[in-house]
């Protein structure tokens, strides 16, 4: 009876997803669908979640979305399963059984989709985070200001409203990281009305802010080389935190098998290397780093990815 009443309750209309709906800005035709498609992967893939099907059909049910939305459907379903854990008597470990085995190759996805649950839940943040990666838990709170930014939009992403309260530290700027991946919808991929947009922040939020947009570029794409190349000249001054956003993204397309032939352009122009040589690179960062301490090893992880590719990896190889 909990989990049926649970699974009418958190269901979510696809219209939720739609450029209408949500105000959005800019983006041709042909833009606006693909991104309002992967809405609607995240969406399927959450509502899939809901009926409770074991992990591994689960995943067999994911697997059957096309590569390049794929890792959306999973995030959604994780998002799913993270309020489910939350909101069921208990001490349910869905989540935690599904990244141990059948949803691993999208850990990183997953994490994001954790942050989602976090955003709907006004309670049980931390208790959330404990239980994620060590390293990867960070990446949670940059899908809670992917949420915030995508779903209030006029007030999150137009620098007119502090994040919030709940998040202190660095989780501040975990937080504008996903922010900025928001802007890459919210401004429908135009590149132009991007910067205007991240132009209107305080400076110290804007590195973070363009992280999040090379790795919405790198990942959702959707616009042609042209746009890529504006983006890189438009980027002027963060450099480094736009490939290193682009990187991530490759790698956490590889891990999942999903690379996609706009993840291969994106970074040939945002890393100056091949989507895999990308994904190396980000894999590579996470070798020797030092133990958390006045800044997470998360952030030491971007730092060393960022100084790997510097201003002048930033052309096509």
Not at 42 to 58: I, Q, S
Not at 62 to 81: D, K, N, T
Not at 107 to 131: E, K, Q, T
Not at 158 to 179: H, K, N, S, V
Request: aromatic fraction near 10%.
């Amino acid at each position: 009876m909990t989990r049926r009443l649970l699974r009418r309750w958190l269901s979510i209309p696809l219209e939720e997803v739609g450029f209408d709906k949500r105000g959005f800005r800019g983006g041709d035709g042909g833009v606006r669908a693909h991104l309002e498609k992967v809405g609607c992967s995240f969406l399927n893939g959450y509502h899939e979640a809901l009926t409770d099907l074991e992990p591994e059909l689960l995943a067999d049910r994911l697997a059957e979305v096309s590569p390049r939305y794929r890792g959306f459907a999973f995030e959604g379903a994780a998002m799913a399963m993270t309020l489910f854990d939350a909101l069921t008597p208990g001490r349910p470990r869905r989540l935690d059984d599904f990244l141990s085995g059948a949803g691993s190759a999208h850990v990183y996805m997953a994490h994001v989709g954790a942050g989602w649950a976090i955003a709907r839940l006004p309670l049980g943040m931390n208790r959330i985070l404990r239980r994620l990666d060590p390293l990867l838990r960070w990446l949670a709170l940059d899908g809670y200001g992917f949420h915030q930014g995508y779903f209030h939009w006029r007030s999150a992403a137009e620098g007119r409203r502090r994040r919030p309260r709940r998040i202190t530290g660095y989780g501040q700027r975990a937080f504008d990281q996903g922010l900025g991946r928001s802007l890459w919808f919210i401004d429908g991929a135009e590149v132009d009305r991007i910067a205007a947009t991240i132009a209107r922040f305080p400076e110290a939020r804007r590195s973070d802010l363009w992280s999040g947009v090379g790795l919405a570029c790198t990942y959702a794409g959707g616009v042609d080389e042209t746009a890529v190349q504006d983006l890189v000249n438009l980027a002027a001054g963060f450099h480094p935190e736009l490939a290193q956003g682009a990187a991530f993204a490759a790698e956490a397309r590889r891990r999942a098998g999903c690379l996609t032939e706009h993840t291969e352009l994106a970074c040939r122009f945002l890393c100056g290397h091949s989507a895999f040589e990308a994904a190396e690179v980000a894999t590579e960062g996470r070798r020797n780093l030092p133990v958390d301490g006045e800044l997470p090893v998360y952030e030491h992880w971007r730092r060393k990815v960022q100084s790997s590719f510097g201003t002048s990896g930033l052309a096509p190889a």
